[in-house]
């Protein structure tokens, strides 16, 4: 496979206008001698001098390709150009029309997202007829659920199980099971109880699947590599994600308090969501990788073309409203797909709202890895890691 996340005449058409929205959920690899990764980076590329590799496993020492970029597939010494740059709109002035627009980009997301083949899902974008072999294939999807709004609303367009992860007293599970049931969706949501063994067994394999060992990115790809690999235990090729709707939508809190937060650098909540989206090649590499090891594909309806190119024309206080409220615009869509309830739920962060972060601090601490030590738990994914 040469090419990842859509057919050579979508990109080739891509680079001859410089548009960063072809109409696809990213790709990546080579086209006529070219290398490419599109502008968010949604799929992972590594070079290591003359070769390249969709999956670093086949390189010596693979480098991530930047996103937006692109190269001679068969000149390591050429310098990437940026050919994809993401768009600045002008603010949209109204919020009805706003609010609209990101519906409709989600429904259309949505209803793609329940293909198996075509340009908008990972396959072998050089052959024409893989959409329609992958359909024949029975192609299935399963969600990974969390109860948040990004994913309760993947979960209400894409037909598949639920699946949730976490530890049995874990906030996450909770509210899976809460939005589950404002969803009239319990018959459909498999929860996936983690023990300290899960994680003590995962740390390695996540470790060496995503090519990182750092403490971080290790406890958000934990519950994404355990919750996949139990849906593709239960026979699922793909998982259907949240991924991106934080950064596309406001999500952060760094970005809510812009300009006043010093992790961004940013005078305004538009200015900070654009640093942040500059963020998400490192992020997706890390997530697409992690789910790839545990035997699925992702599918990421939340970046989507159409998604993001709405989300980027989102006024700020669409994104964090005056009363602080995160991703006001896309709760306010969601209505659309979810309960009031599940679109306006407060949610953590997958790492702590799972408590798989607490029960790597344990395990690096039962490991001898002290929590005086710098970067302790860390330490301990390097030496399980080995």
């Known amino acids: 496979m040469t090419l990842q996340g859509a057919t050579p005449e979508t990109v080739r058409r891509a680079l001859d206008d410089a548009d960063p929205f072809p109409g696809t959920r990213g790709f990546a690899g080579e086209v006529d001698g070219t290398l490419v990764r599109d502008a968010l980076g949604r799929y992972p590329l590594f070079v290591d001098g003359d070769e390249w590799s969709l999956p670093p496993g086949d390189l010596t020492d693979p480098v991530p390709f930047p996103a937006g970029h692109a190269r001679p597939a068969d000149d390591p010494d050429a310098d990437p150009d940026r050919v994809w740059t993401l768009p600045d709109p002008a603010p949209a002035t109204d919020e009805r029309t706003a609010v609209r627009s990101v519906r409709d980009a989600l429904a259309a997301s949505l209803d793609d997202a329940n293909e198996a083949g075509g340009e908008s899902a990972a396959g072998d974008a050089d052959d024409p007829d893989a959409a329609d072999r992958d359909d024949a294939d029975d192609t299935t999807t399963a969600v990974a659920f969390s109860g948040g709004v990004d994913s309760a609303v993947v979960a209400s367009r894409v037909d598949g199980s639920l699946y949730a992860t976490g530890f049995p007293e874990s906030h996450d599970l909770a509210a899976a099971r809460e939005a589950a049931r404002a969803m009239d969706a319990e018959a459909d ?51 259907a994600v949240g991924q991106g709707a934080d950064e596309l939508f406001g999500g952060y809190a760094k970005v809510a308090r812009a300009p006043d937060d010093p992790r961004v650098e940013a005078d305004t909540v538009r200015g900070a969501r654009r ?46 409203d005056d009363r602080g409220e995160r991703k006001r615009a896309l709760r306010l869509a969601a209505r659309e797909f979810v309960p009031d309830g599940v679109a306006f739920r407060g949610k953590k962060a997958v790492q702590y709202g799972s408590l798989v972060s607490r029960e790597l601090d344990r395990l690096a601490r039962r490991a001898g890895f002290k929590r005086r030590m710098d970067d302790h738990v860390s330490q301990y994914v390097a030496f399980r890691t080995g």
């Open 189 to 239: 949501l498999r929860v996936v109880e983690l023990s300290l063994d899960d994680v003590e067994r995962a740390v390695p394999e996540v470790a060496r699947a995503t090519g990182r060992t750092n403490a971080m990115d290790v406890g958000i790809a934990l519950p994404l590599y355990l919750v996949a690999e139990r849906a593709a235990a239960d026979g699922h090729d793909r998982l």
């Open 275 to 320: 640093e942040v989206l500059g963020t998400l090649p490192d992020q997706l590499e890390r997530d697409v990788l992690a789910l790839r090891g545990a035997g699925v594909e992702p599918v990421a309806p939340m970046l989507d073309d159409r998604v993001t190119a709405a989300a980027l024309s989102l006024p700020g206080e669409m994104l964090v």
